[in-house]
């Protein structure tokens, strides 16, 4: 016959140990939950990294680096940024729209710097790139212009 408090002293561990692997398979379903996210988040960031780079190739832009990584080097436009801060390929495009002497389409900017125009990423710098960063102006008809 069992000793009563033995038996109660196992029941209570099974118990404890019922609990904790509980928990531990609750914590394992989330850490691979997590592992699964990181791998998507991976996958992502290889494909954008991989197109970013296709566009830089295809613009004949040249990242620059900052902490051994590759970034674009074009700043925000202030007054005590210099146009001759951008990259010379960027300097470009301003001094084409700029010469332009009244609004383009970015086509016609491409067509001016010899830009293989039928790539739509090839415009890229001029759609997002420059205006984002206050050097170019996009009017509301899809038209550039310098903000000078």
Same mark, same amino acid.
């Given at each position: 016959? *069992?000793?009563?408090?033995? !038996? ?6 099974? #118990?404890?140990?019922?609990? *904790?692997?509980?928990? !531990?398979?609750?914590?394992? =379903? ?7 996210? !990181? ?19 295809? =613009?004949? &832009? ?14 925000? +436009? ?17 001094? =084409?729209?700029?010469? #332009?002497?009244?609004?383009?389409? =970015? ?12 790539? +739509?990423?090839? *415009? ?5 790139? !420059? ?15 310098? +903000? &000078?």
């Amino acid at each position: 016959m *069992l000793d009563p408090e033995l !038996l109660e002293r196992i029941t209570a561990r099974r #118990a404890e140990l019922d609990e *904790l692997e509980e928990q !531990l398979a609750k914590q394992l =379903a989330e850490v691979r939950a997590e592992r699964d996210e !990181l791998a998507v988040a991976e996958r992502v960031f290889e494909r954008v990294s991989e197109q970013l780079a296709n566009e830089r190739e295809s =613009a004949g &832009l040249g990242p620059g680096q900052v902490g051994g990584r590759a970034v674009m080097l074009i700043p925000h +436009r202030t007054p005590d940024v210099e146009e001759t801060m951008l990259p010379p390929d960027y300097q470009r495009i301003v001094a =084409a729209v700029r010469q #332009a002497a009244r609004p383009v389409m =970015a086509r016609q900017v491409g067509e001016m710097l010899g830009v293989d125009v039928s790539v +739509r990423a090839k *415009l890229e710098p001029l759609r997002g790139r !420059l205006v984002n960063r206050g050097w170019l102006r996009k009017l509301p008809d899809g038209r550039f212009t310098t +903000r &000078l």
